[in-house]
Nanobody, 118 residues
Framework: QVQLVESGGGAVQAGGSLRLSCAAS????????MGWFRQAPGKEREFVASITWSSGYTNYADSVTGRFIISRDNAENTVYLQMNSQNRGDTDVCYC???????????WGRGTQVTVSR
């Protein structure tokens, strides 16, 4: 098992930036692949970005490519999401997630609210 706790959410003006953190704890957490998802009010949860623990390979949704950056610090057991050039469409709850040996993410944080104003 792995436990995930997000932090860094808040309010930001359009064009600004936020950096989210996801602290992981638990046995052998380093073997998990990590991802970020987001969910706007009335919308389905959608994929944002992912990063593997083994190689550090990253993948991004088309809507955030070039604006968001996912990274990890294995020594600190933490995954980050740098969100740049934010717009009103980025207003949502962001979730950190983990998976191992499966395609579906099966461990989730409780989420952190991100609000982008004009």
């Amino acid at each position: 098992q792995v436990q995930l706790v997000e932090s860094g959410g808040g309010a930001v003006q359009a064009g600004g930036s936020l950096r989210l953190s996801c602290a992981a704890s638990g046995r052998t957490f380093s073997i998990y692949n990590m991802g970020w998802f987001r969910q706007a009010p009335g919308k389905e949860r959608e994929f944002v970005a992912s990063i593997t623990w083994s190689s550090g390979y990253t993948n991004y949704a088309d809507s955030v490519t070039g604006r968001f950056i996912i990274s990890r610090d294995n020594a600190e057991n933490t995954v980050y999401l740098q969100m740049n050039s934010q717009n009103r469409g980025d207003t949502d709850v962001c979730y950190c997630a983990a998976r191992r040996l499966v395609r579906e993410y099966n461990y989730w944080g409780r989420g952190t609210q991100v609000t982008v104003s004009r």
